[in-house]
């Protein structure tokens, strides 16, 4: 279990480093998405360089960029399609889109140019799932996972450390965004994985069979909710900034999303409620029980998120949609699976400790980037690390995270800690 959270929190302090980078290696269609590489979020496929250099041309003649002029129907939408130089080149009315919630005038879409002169398909940007998108939820599904060994350690108290956990987290996420952000009541993944662990410690008061319900129920609920609740994703003008302490005049909603809003937050609580049904089968240590478990939710979970994507519900990490919820959470489980015969069962443990570092300490591990970050600047040596594009980019990142990954492993020596 702490190499699965270490190898998790190694990759998101990769990803965070690399997301400013330039043409990133492994570069294609993921899921739906235009090509954009794994090592970056599905919502940033919305960039003509990333086109043209999977494309192997300049410009890119597969894709275009788009944007929505106008809603002219339920579900269809006046838009505008753009030329590589940034010009109009076709304007498109009632225009079926793939989306994963209703757009609005000025949201941006991919267009890709069919065989028939100035006919095009419209997707919404961010439509996919990458490496990248596969962190958040990993974290959350291994929250989930621990909460049925964490509530047989503390029967006694436990709803009283429900409610703890719960708060501790929600303050540290208000702190750590605004060591980035500067001050302001920021709603991001760490508040999101507090909505998320509350959610799994109510789902373990039930029985398995009433978790798989609370799943199906709460799944239907946010797809429902995403469609026709106009506020349940979106909240904000996003042409305005942030409101901070030093930002008075900008938009009041908008530190809600950061992430995700709060009630979209539900997403994860579906992967965490997913994880409980697996760390079930963990606590009773019976491995052929764990495998079994782990394969047969894992296998399910995948299999509904597919589903539901291919049916015109799909997945968009921004959202948190359903079937973003449930294919990543059954990915989680197949991953944990495949550790668990690695280490476990076949004994290959040599190699763990390099995840283990972050994974026996994640939260210290999570707020290290910001602090080292603020000395390397006032020490001059940041810069260095930054503008880097392809292989020379994920070299970087690997420095930035190893960096990371001494100062973790001298606080644990020193026994420095830091739990919730």
Wanted: hydrophobic content about 55%; glycine content about 10%.
């Amino acid at each position: 279990m702490d190499t699965f959270r270490g190898f998790t929190i190694f990759a998101m302090i990769f990803v965070i480093m690399v997301a400013g980078y330039h043409r990133m290696p492994l570069t294609f269609r993921h899921l739906g998405s235009a090509p954009v590489s794994t090592f970056r979020h599905a919502a940033e496929d919305g960039r003509p360089d990333d086109w043209a250099w999977w494309e192997g041309r300049t410009p890119a003649s597969a894709y275009r960029r788009a944007k929505v002029l106008a809603v002219a129907a339920a579900g269809r939408y006046d838009v505008v399609v753009l030329d590589p130089a940034g010009a109009t080149e076709a304007i498109v009315h009632g225009a079926e889109v793939w989306a994963a919630a209703p757009l609005a005038p000025g949201e941006r879409l991919v267009a890709v140019p069919q065989p028939a002169p100035g006919t095009y398909t419209f997707k919404q940007v961010g439509i996919g799932l990458t490496f990248t998108d596969l962190v958040a939820p990993f974290f959350v599904f291994i929250v989930g996972l621990c909460v049925p060994l964490s509530r047989r350690r503390r029967e006694a108290g436990w709803w009283r450390h429900v409610a703890w956990r719960t708060l501790g987290l929600l303050v540290a996420g208000v702190v750590y965004i605004s060591l980035i952000l500067h001050l302001s009541y920021w709603w991001g993944i760490l508040q999101a994985i507090a909505v998320a662990y509350a959610m799994a410690a109510v789902a373990v008061a039930l029985r398995p069979w009433q978790r798989w319900v609370a799943l199906a129920a709460v799944a239907t609920v946010h797809a429902w909710a995403t469609w026709h609740v106009s506020w349940w994703v979106t909240l904000g003008d996003p042409s305005r900034p942030f409101w901070t302490v030093v930002t008075p005049d900008g938009d009041m909603l908008r530190p809600l999303t950061v992430h995700c809003t709060p009630w979209a937050s539900i997403g994860y609580g579906l992967c965490a409620i997913a994880g409980t049904l697996v760390g079930d089968a963990v606590a009773t240590r019976e491995r052929g029980r764990i495998i079994r478990q782990g394969v047969r939710i894992g296998g399910a979970l995948t299999l509904a998120g597919l589903a539901l994507h291919a049916s015109g519900l799909p997945m968009h990490k921004d959202y948190v949609s359903s079937s973003f919820a449930l294919f990543s959470a059954g990915i989680g489980a197949l991953t944990f699976v495949l550790l668990y015969l690695v280490i476990d069962v076949a004994g290959f443990r040599r190699w763990t400790g390099l995840f283990d570092v972050f994974g026996t300490n994640a939260l210290l591990a999570y707020f290290t980037q910001p602090l080292v970050r603020v000395v390397l600047q006032a020490l001059g040596l940041y810069q260095g690390l930054l503008g880097q594009a392809g292989w020379m980019g994920m070299l970087a990142g690997l420095e930035w995270t190893m960096l990371l990954w001494c100062v973790v492993w001298w606080c644990n020596r020193k026994g420095i800690y830091w739990t919730l």
